[in-house]
């Protein structure tokens, strides 16, 4: 097993694996390492549906658009989960409030999700496995999805995960320096578009110079595409399908 530096540190997305599953030891300690995830109130306001049947997996792959959904070994879909606390509460006859239609409750369940699944993500790496988070999943028909994972309300997939034996290890890519990211008491009035500016040009370079395809994508302009395509998504719209209606 890895260390923790080289767990934490090493780590690259991984979206070409080998057609070797995961071994059920592998698989146990990834669980494990989901069950100890630190919750919002130890409410654990999550579930995970961990898909290995090739079938829905490529139900998945053609509604997603992602292939590493169906060549990994296993794919999680990470889901803010407020159905089983409801279900809890309804067998000892107490009443639910609807923290589920509130921004801080929709919260929660993302932040559990997502921690979920960086916890499941250490795990992989620390045994040597390949993963890939694909935020697609959230974005895509979530009406859809819910229906081939068989969701019930108040359950909505926050993110997927896929898993297997890597058939491939990428480069490292350049993440934002310390004194950008990591501030000291307060945060800083000035001399952050000069630094991001010198980060965006450190960025271009990798994408130019690294191995495999390259590109001439820089930083800002590439990740504000994103948040231009983005706006056309319907989270609102989503979050209400799946029984979550924020009002305040």
């Excluded at 300690?29 to 079938?55: H, K, L, M």
């Excluded at 001399?191 to 990798?206: H, L, M, N, P, S």
Aim: proline fraction near 4%; include cysteine.
């Amino acid at each position: 097993m890895k260390t923790v530096k080289e767990t934490l540190l090493e780590r690259v997305s991984c979206r070409r694996y080998e057609r070797e599953p995961i071994t059920t030891e592998q698989l146990e300690f990834i669980y494990e390492a989901i069950r100890n995830t630190p919750t919002s109130y130890n409410g654990q306001q999550f579930s995970v549906v961990d898909v290995d049947d090739q079938n829905i997996k490529l139900e998945l792959e053609a509604l997603i658009g992602q292939k590493q959904i169906k060549t990994c070994s296993h794919f999680m879909a990470f889901c803010m989960d407020f159905h089983k606390i409801k279900e809890g509460a309804k067998a000892k006859g107490i009443e639910m409030p609807h923290i589920y239609d509130t921004v801080d409750g929709v919260t929660l369940g993302i932040i559990d999700a997502s921690t979920s699944m960086m916890s499941a993500i250490v795990a992989a790496n620390a045994l040597g496995l390949g993963c890939c988070p694909i935020g697609y999943a959230r974005t895509r028909d979530q009406k859809e999805i819910a229906r081939i994972l068989r969701l019930p309300e108040h359950v909505m997939v926050v993110c997927g995960l896929a898993i297997g034996v890597p058939r491939e290890h990428n480069d490292l890519k350049p993440k934002q320096p310390t004194d950008l990211m990591i501030f000291r008491n307060s945060y800083p009035q000035s001399g952050i578009a000069e630094q991001v500016i010198d980060y965006d040009a450190v960025v271009t370079r990798y994408n130019e110079t690294r191995s495999g395809a390259t590109t001439d994508n820089d930083w800002v302009a590439h990740i504000i595409s994103y948040y231009q395509e983005a706006m056309k998504y319907q989270m609102l719209e989503a979050l209400r399908e799946r029984g979550f209606d924020c009002d305040h």
